[in-house]
Structures are given as structure tokens and as C-alpha cells.
């Protein structure tokens, strides 16, 4: 597993060209901070009366760029995942097409139980789904809804290691690179390596490093 603190714009603009098989990953995205000024996302700060967060919002402006360097550093005949919410799709679809990437769908990530919220509270996420050039999935039979409980008392936008696992069994093989710039809880890294790929990923925030590396401790085999 290979780490890295930075802004993921920037350490992505230092991977060579066509050099990664396959970026999952999870911006926190514009949206959140409506959300957490309104006081419906207070999970994401340390505690419910700090001002502290755990991390900083990666503004819908810079989209195009961080989306240009995905697609330069993915390889030919590559896919590439990106969660969001219903309001942050309608800004990254059109300008992912612009760049070259051609949209499939959104597949549903079905959380089993409620979140937070006011009109219809929040049960699913959405995860955009784009290839460059043209690569098969590896098994045709998976639905585009994945039903995966969500993670309490974890990182605040933790994604469950075995949602993930899907994703990267479905469009990479063992050996190949796995890259998530905005790496948060760890879980698609982890993921990455308990199927055998290599892990690469990004974030700026002290916090998620801290995060990952006590999760990392946790894994490991105890040595009798």
C-alpha cells in the first residue's frame, strides 16, 4: 500500500500518463458543507459542538481539473468510480463527457437503513460509473443496485470494504493499480490489497492518515 499526503490534484498531476488500471474514490464534494451548515451532516465534525471538521470541501470549480488528470493518468480501456450525492452528479456527468470519459450509469450504493434529512430521508448514494475506452465488466450478472449496510462510528464518509471489493473485482485484475485520491477511511486501499491489486492513495487531511494508519494496526496478523 502506498500513501501519500497532498491535494489530490496535485499528486495526481505526478503520476505519468496511462499509468493507473483503475481510480475508485470519494471527494467531499460541494454539497456536504449545505448539508453541515444547516446541521444535517454533524458527523462531520469531531464532535457535535466543535467547529473542528475532519475534513476540507473539494469545491465544484475545481472538478474539471481534478477529472482532466483522471483521465490522462487511467489507462486505456479503464473504468473509473466516483461516489456523490444526487446534486453533485448533475455537475460531474457533463463535464466527465466533455473530458472523453463515456457515462454508463449511476449505481446505487443501498445503505439498509436511513440517514439523515427532511424530504424522504437519505437511504442510498450514488456511484458514477465512466470508462475510457472500453473495458468489460467481469461479471455481467452484478445489479446496478449493491446493497451494503453502512458504517457507524467510523470515519464520517466511511465506505464498507466489501462495496468496494465489488467495484474492483468487477474492473480490474489482481496485480493492477488501484488509485483513490482522496483515500479518507482507507477502504478502497484496503479493499485493493485484500484482492491482490496495488494501492495507491492520496489525501491531504492529517486526520484520514491518522485514521488509516490505526485501521492498519488493527488488521495486522497478531504474532504469537
Not at 449505481?107 to 437519505?122: E, F, L, N, Q, T
Request: aromatic content about 12%; glycine content about 4%.
Amino acid at each position: 500500500m502506498n500513501i501519500f499526503r497532498d491535494d489530490a490534484v496535485s499528486w495526481l498531476s505526478t503520476l505519468a500518463d496511462s499509468s493507473v488500471d483503475l481510480i475508485i474514490t470519494d471527494p467531499p464534494y460541494e454539497s456536504l458543507e449545505k448539508h453541515r451548515k444547516i446541521g444535517t451532516t454533524t458527523r462531520l465534525k469531531i464532535s457535535k459542538s466543535s467547529n473542528n471538521q475532519w475534513f476540507e470541501i473539494f469545491p465544484n470549480h475545481r472538478f474539471e481539473v481534478f477529472l482532466k488528470e483522471i483521465y490522462r493518468v487511467l489507462k486505456r480501456n479503464s473504468h473509473f468510480y466516483i461516489f456523490c450525492d444526487q446534486e453533485t452528479m448533475f455537475v460531474l456527468k457533463p463535464i466527465a463527457e466533455k473530458i472523453g470519459f463515456k457515462f454508463w450509469k449511476p449505481i446505487v450504493w443501498d445503505k439498509v437503513s436511513i440517514g439523515m434529512g427532511y424530504h424522504y430521508r437519505a437511504r442510498y448514494e450514488f456511484i458514477l460509473f465512466f470508462e475510457k475506452g472500453k473495458r468489460k465488466l467481469k461479471d455481467l450478472s452484478v445489479p446496478d443496485i449493491l446493497e451494503s449496510k453502512r458504517v457507524y462510528r467510523g470515519y464520517p464518509t466511511e465506505k464498507p470494504v466489501e462495496l468496494l471489493e465489488i467495484l474492483i473485482s468487477q474492473s480490474s485484475e489482481s496485480g493492477e493499480i488501484v488509485v483513490d485520491p482522496f483515500f479518507g477511511s482507507g477502504s478502497t486501499l484496503i479493499a485493493a490489497q485484500n484482492l491482490g491489486r496495488i494501492a495507491y492513495g492520496c489525501d491531504k487531511s492529517s486526520l484520514a492518515h491518522d485514521f488509516l494508519a490505526e485501521r492498519l494496526l488493527k488488521l495486522m496478523p497478531i504474532v504469537q
